[in-house]
């Protein structure tokens, strides 16, 4: 399971040459039996090399972490990012004008940042104050823009073409990225990967148990839960969809 963040901009760099490069790729593997998959031949390729990556540098990584760090000290550090994408999280909300989020959003900062220590608490939660996480794609989706084909992005792992395409907004509101000078701000965004990857090491070992073919099981998880993001957990048929 591929867990590098998003927002890396090397990584992002990486995923827009592949697309680019792999234009007339994907327009030769259009041939996949689900019609919201129709590059898998593609995708099963990025999915395999990410998945090397992974087991050869990530989840060693992440696992090391886990077992190396107290679980207060991890749970400090999810924290602390969390904090700083509750920030995008409530302008996404606002431009959703889903206001009583974006408010929510907005107040778990003010809370968690000032009486937290940064985030590194999370004061907001107990008080009632949920998380709602919000992204550009959410948001892109909310105003009726179609998924698009399913992508694997290499390292950056499942996407759409419109959640592919949301990627350098969302890498703009990223506060990980405002970090200065860059040696912290590149330890952040390593610091966040690992800590994401660490997190996923129970889900991904379930999927290697249950999943028969885990590239199969992994882009029907992301686009359920794509929609239901989108939607707030009742996603109406989607015009791109196969009718049952």
Not at 132 to 151: A, I, K, M, N, S
């Amino acid at each position: 399971m591929t867990a590098f963040t998003r927002s890396a901009p090397a990584a992002r760099r990486l995923a827009g040459i592949a697309l680019l490069a792999g234009a007339g790729l994907l327009a030769g593997c259009a041939t996949g039996p689900n019609p919201l998959d129709p590059f898998e031949p593609f995708n099963r390729g990025v999915f395999n090399f990410n998945e090397k990556v992974d087991n050869a540098v990530l989840k060693p990584v992440a696992t090391a972490y886990r077992d190396t760090l107290p679980s207060p000290v991890r749970t400090g550090v999810s924290n602390f990012f969390g904090n700083l994408g509750d920030v995008w999280s409530g302008v996404n909300s606002l431009l959703q004008l889903k206001v009583e989020d974006a408010a929510n959003s907005l107040m778990r900062v003010a809370i968690n940042t000032t009486l937290g220590l940064y985030g590194l608490l999370d004061w907001a939660t107990p008080m009632g104050l949920d998380r709602h996480r919000e992204d550009f794609g959410q948001t892109l989706g909310r105003y009726g823009v179609p998924t698009g084909p399913y992508l694997v992005l290499p390292l950056l792992g499942p996407s759409t073409v419109r959640d592919t395409a949301a990627l350098p907004v969302d890498h703009r509101g990223d506060l990980v990225h405002e970090i200065d000078p860059t040696a912290s701000r590149n330890a952040a965004i390593v610091t966040r990967a690992v800590d994401t990857r660490a997190n996923l090491l129970g889900a991904s070992r379930v999927m290697e148990e249950v999943a028969l073919d885990r590239y199969t099981f992994t882009r029907d998880a992301y686009l359920q839960k794509r929609r239901a993001d989108v939607f707030d957990g009742l996603p109406p048929p989607m015009p791109d969809e196969p009718k049952d």
